[in-house]
């Protein structure tokens, strides 16, 4: 009897699970996939949310779950009408759908106005609303694992619009806390890929967490460290790094108080305007980044990221003064001032344009002598060197000819326009080293052996007068010196190429004629006569070219 009742509540327990399966899904595998594959990479948050606005209609059609074709018909998700899978994964991307929206309008350009805030934190309601009842659809209609994870991407959206609204910091710092102790326990289990899935996750979630024990009190934490934090990447991060931003936005506008004068070159010129005060402070805290002790160890692209912050950053600073100027009316001494002003912002803009382009010449340098770098790009080619320096050479006759145009030149300004002449020497020199490179790569010996001679004399010239300069830079003169250097042993293997190939000629001559037959002759007598002038011209040049070395 007990036997019977025992395979009896066997039975009932297999058609309950019958029944009602427990669906499976690895939802941060399909955040993260989703996310990177559709836009944000490269935090692209509107063909992300419209991304998550096609899988939707996908779903709802293969469901056949359809608000009505003609009048809207809210049909709502209950635990009743999950049937498959599929209807967790409308729960879901409508989370993502709404939580990408308010991403999108906080990315705009000049950050969201009142009303689009109101809008953003809506969206995020929303967000919320959709990840926690996924989460609570998971905890009945998915197992162990997916409920975990439904869980846990509930606590982040809730975590996240608390940061966003500002307040209730221990709130969204028991949120966060939660979902980080989820992926952590996760990241434990299950295959590599899976690991290192939950193992990210964390990283990302760390800086909030960290954000949100700063302003509890419980952490003290420096701006610095902060700004550390914030160069680290990902989606969950962004936030974050919009509320880092908005911080040293208030930090600089503070700062920016006591900041009453812009000196440059001998010059101090008044700025009365927070907005340019402000651009400028932005610029002079990202240029530490770029000139400090530690810059040697940033990568060049980050550096190339932080060059084109630093350019924006001045372009709104001239942009306030050029407003300035306009609303200046008849003062004079205003007027002055702020052209003044205009003028050395625009120096230092173009000092950066030079460090910037100088920096992809050290790139493109680094990849001449490489057929593919790590990342699969094309190896640089000599002619790509000697279009950076044009652009350079370009770039220093505009700055000199700006620092220049003062009636009343300062010392400084003048020792500015030597050191810029002394660069323009140099980066002249390297042009010439490039492009008789070029040459010797197109078999054209005796050019490339008469600009290799010329860029050994511009290179002997300017040591002459670095060496008799007082205040001459050491390392430009170990870079002139082993330019100098490279020129003559190039010299010296153009010369031999060309000897070796003017030996050459007369083998390939006979093997020419060998080859002669009589039909045709007129053609080939004509064609053989042309290879001989050819010749004779070549040797010509040779003589003239090889009695300089």
């Not at 689009?116 to 929303?126: M, N, P, S």
């Amino acid at each position: 009897m007990g036997k019977e009742m025992e395979t009896s509540a066997m039975e009932i327990d297999e058609k309950i699970t019958q029944t009602n399966p427990k669906f499976s899904i690895n939802v941060l595998q399909l955040l993260k996939s989703a996310q990177m594959q559709h836009g944000l990479r490269h935090g692209d948050y509107t063909r992300y949310r419209r991304y998550c606005t096609a899988r939707l209609r996908r779903l709802y059609k293969s469901l056949k779950f359809t608000h009505g074709k003609g009048k809207y018909t809210r049909r709502t998700i209950t635990e009743s009408t999950v049937s498959e899978v599929r209807y967790l994964h409308v729960v879901f991307y409508t989370a993502e759908r709404a939580w990408s929206h308010a991403m999108e309008k906080r990315q705009l350009p000049d950050g969201p106005n009142a009303r689009q805030r109101i809008y953003l934190i809506g969206r995020l309601r929303k967000a919320v609303k959709w990840a926690t009842l996924f989460s609570q659809l998971c905890a009945t209609k998915g197992d162990s694992r997916t409920s975990l994870e439904a869980e846990a991407y509930a606590s982040y959206m809730k975590g996240s619009l608390l940061f966003e609204l500002d307040k209730n910091w221990d709130t969204a710092l028991m949120n966060f806390k939660s979902a980080r102790a989820v992926y952590e326990e996760l990241g434990k289990y299950g295959d590599l890929e899976n690991q290192v899935l939950c193992r990210e996750r964390v990283e990302e979630l760390e800086p909030s967490i960290r954000y949100c024990l700063h302003k509890v009190g419980e952490s003290k934490i420096q701006t610095s460290e902060l700004l550390e934090i914030g160069e680290m990447e990902g989606p969950a991060l962004d936030l974050f790094k919009a509320k880092l931003e908005a911080v040293m936005d208030e930090a600089r506008t503070q700062q920016a108080a006591s900041m009453t004068e812009f000196h440059w070159l001998g010059h101090r010129f008044p700025i009365s305007n927070a907005k340019t005060r402000v651009s400028i402070l932005k610029a002079q805290e990202l240029e530490k980044d770029l000139h400090s002790s530690a810059a040697d160890s940033v990568p060049a692209e980050k550096k190339l990221v932080i060059f084109d912050k630093v350019f924006a950053a001045y372009q709104d600073a001239r942009s306030s003064i050029r407003t300035d100027l306009v609303t200046a009316g008849n003062a004079e001494n205003v007027k002055d001032d702020l052209s003044g002003l205009d003028k050395a912002v625009n120096a230092v803009l173009g000092q950066r344009t030079i460090e910037r382009n100088q920096l992809l010449v050290s790139i493109a340098k680094s990849k001449l002598s490489r057929q593919r770098d790590d990342k699969g790009d094309k190896s640089t080619k000599p002619e790509g060197l000697v279009r950076l320096y044009d652009l350079l050479l370009l770039n220093i006759e505009d700055l000199t000819e700006l620092v220049s145009s003062g009636r009343d030149r300062k010392p400084e300004e003048v020792a500015f326009c030597e050191e810029y002449d002394f660069k323009s020497l140099v980066f002249r020199s390297e042009r010439c080293f490039y492009l008789a490179k070029s040459y010797s790569l197109a078999g054209k010996r005796t050019e490339a052996y008469a600009l290799y001679c010329h860029a050994r004399s511009l290179a002997d010239d300017i040591l002459r007068k670095l060496q008799s300069s007082t205040n001459a830079d050491k390392v430009m003169i170990q870079e002139v010196k082993a330019l100098y250097d490279n020129c003559r042993s190039n010299i010296c293997v153009e010369h031999a190429a060309g000897i070796m190939e003017d030996l050459k000629a007369p083998e390939k001559l006979s093997k020419g004629v060998s080859t002669l037959s009589l039909n045709g002759a007129a053609k080939k007598v004509n064609l053989l006569m042309s290879v001989l002038v050819s010749i004779v011209r070549k040797k010509e040049r040779l003589g003239r070219g090889f009695h300089c070395i």
